[in-house]
Nanobody, 119 residues
Framework: VQLVESGGGLVQPGGSLRLSCAAS????????MSWYRQAPGKERELVAA????????NYADSVKGRFTISRDNAKNTVYLEMSSLKPEDTAVYYC?????????????WGQGTQVTVSS
């Protein structure tokens, strides 16, 4: 199983970035996919999530209206479009895959990609 994030980097406040997470080794289309982030000295927090069929999404209040999560089940990839970035968005962003079935939860994490918002 692999989740490989890409697209992070240094961006100025107000700028945009697009993160990608390429998945392999499991049935991607069956899993809920999420993006989490962790800033230095803070706990990991949920940023956005998208259900397996891609019709249902949810976002942290801090990113609503600025971030958009999407998925392409044909490419086994989930995306996070980030705009109007703020310094407080600086964190390591992690991709997560989760499947809950019959009381059993299966989850996978990527290695993370650094996003730094700074002038």
């Amino acid at each position: 199983v692999q989740l490989v994030e890409s697209g992070g980097g240094l961006v100025q406040p107000g700028g945009s970035l697009r993160l990608s997470c390429a998945a392999s080794g499991f049935t991607f289309s069956s899993f809920e996919m999420s993006w989490y982030r962790q800033a230095p000295g803070k706990e990991r927090e949920l940023v956005a999530a998208i259900r397996s069929a891609g019709r249902s999404t949810n976002y942290a209040d801090s990113v609503k209206g600025r971030f958009t999560i999407s998925r392409d089940n044909a490419k086994n990839t989930v995306y996070l479009e980030m705009s109007s970035l703020k310094p407080e968005d600086t964190a390591v962003y992690y991709c997560n895959a989760k499947l809950a079935r019959a009381g059993v939860v299966v989850g996978y994490w990527g290695q993370g990609t650094q996003v730094t918002v700074s002038s």
